[in-house]
């Protein structure tokens, strides 16, 4: 969305931007290194640290900062008052019952997916992986199935304005980096309507993907299974997952 410059407020703009500074990577951050992640002078960074931890947002020890539970209100009330993690909550559930697999609808943010919903993993222990599978984990779109599948949604000139520049960043052996690779994948997720990633994100970590596309046919997420441990073929998948994922998502699409 864009706004008039008379209407865009440049110290909320800061503020967001030291908030968005913490991450997995840097979960404690002092004055320079939120200024440096920012985009801000030293001086201003430390005033909007500082004012964050006023308000409860940040806690500090009077160097470093870090986020205190206060800012799971924005998550909360996201989770609480949108229809699609709502809307999607029993179908993951039904599928996680069904297969005793964890299921997951994401959502892409710029070069990022976001986990908007998720099920259990029945039966078998839920294991935390590097990046997490909580709700509101943030992954990197060119590495996950959920990813390729919503750039896949892309025009391809805007898939290719998304790719101009963007650093793919290497997260395994198996991490495809090269523009052109991933322009490839992009295109046969684009066909299949479908995307298989095998341990890009992670080592030991497979995941297949569908879009979830409302009464309109546009895409407003993307449905996926993860799965660890056993390593499995990608026509495995397709046999037996793939038919259940297509299925939840015409199942879903009248309720988008």
Known sequence: MSIAKADFIEGIAKGMA?????????????????????????????????TLAHLGYLETDGSYFW?????????????????????????????????????????????EVVIVARSGSYGTPTRVLAYGLHLGARLPAHATSTGRVLLAAMAPTQFTQWLKGRHLARLTPRTVTQARGLRQLIARARKDDYCFASEEHELGVQALAVPLRDMQGHTVAALNVVLSGTRYQEETLQREMLPLLFEAAREVRSLL
């Open 18 to 50: 030291v908030l968005e500074s913490f991450d997995t990577e840097r979960q404690r951050l002092n004055a320079t290194l939120a200024a440096e992640r920012a985009g801000l002078t030293r001086a201003a960074a430390r005033r909007h640290l500082l």
């Open 67 to 111: 986020m205190a539970p206060k800012v799971l209100r924005f998550s909360g009330s996201y989770l609480a008052s949108s229809r699609l993690p709502r809307a999607l909550q029993p179908t993951l559930n039904r599928l996680a019952a069904q297969t005793g697999e964890s299921f997951s609808a994401v959502v892409l943010d710029g070069e």
